[in-house]
């Protein structure tokens, strides 16, 4: 990597550290003079746009790990409780699929996420990216054993018996079993389930990127229980 570029990667990471804490700021300014840059202001359009210019210039792949965290008036420490529901992770081998499933537990208060002896831990360093910090806030557990899980087990997975998420009411209170990407669940843990759901696909393709098709049936679980909150509020 050319001087040039190594000082691009630089302002790069210096500018990630002057986002989350402004004191930090100055330093970038420092290289910000010596590339002969146009100063920018403390905003965050300004600092992300010229994040990905510099990362650009670095030659650096700009994946979503490695964009800067989306900070907004609305993020907050949350006071609303997990669900009690278990997530089973089934050999991932993606840490960018595991890092976005935690995301989205943690931004659905899903509940515990326990993982299979092949799945990538929290302790990865691609996940801890991948999850936008959301690693240490999601309750996990590292190669659970199927009787530490909560019944029902409910298995999403494309399978010809599998009844569709629209036609599926969610308990109170199971486990939801997610599969390899490739080869979806294993056969062992597929025998193990109750029940079998899938998100019903009207395309060519029958299947979806596991972590997309995780936000998909989260999102529902979440919308089941508001209708339900909302009928049980209704008749008290």
Do not use: W
């Not at 399978?159 to 294993?186: I, K």
């Amino acid at each position: 990597m050319s001087f040039l570029l190594k000082k691009h990667k630089k302002a790069a990471d210096l500018l990630r550290e002057a986002y989350l804490d402004q004191n930090k700021f100055p330093y970038y300014q420092e290289i910000e003079t010596e590339l002969s840059l146009t100063k920018i202001a403390y905003t965050a359009e300004a600092l992300s746009d010229r994040y990905h210019e510099h990362l650009r210039i670095a030659t650096i792949s700009l994946k979503e790990h490695s964009f800067l965290p989306n900070i907004s008036h609305l993020d907050s420490l949350s006071n609303e409780p997990f669900l009690p529901i278990d997530i089973y992770l089934d050999n991932l081998r993606s840490a960018h699929n595991v890092g976005s499933i935690l995301r989205t537990t943690e931004a659905f208060r899903l509940g515990e996420i326990h993982f299979s002896e092949k799945t990538p831990f929290t302790d990865h360093p691609k996940i801890a990216k991948s999850s936008m910090g959301t690693a240490t806030l999601v309750p996990c557990h590292h190669n659970s054993p199927m009787t530490a899980l909560k019944r029902p087990l409910i298995a999403l997975e494309t399978h010809e018996t599998a009844l569709s998420t629209y036609d599926f009411t969610f308990p109170e209170s199971f486990t939801l079993l997610v599969g390899n990407e490739e080869y979806g669940l294993s056969k062992a843990v597929l025998d193990s389930a109750d029940v079998i759901i899938k998100i019903p696909l009207l395309g060519a393709k029958n299947s979806l990127n596991v972590a997309n098709a995780f936000a998909i049936a989260a999102s529902e679980i979440r919308r089941q229980l508001y209708l339900r909150s909302l009928i049980n509020r209704s008749s008290s």
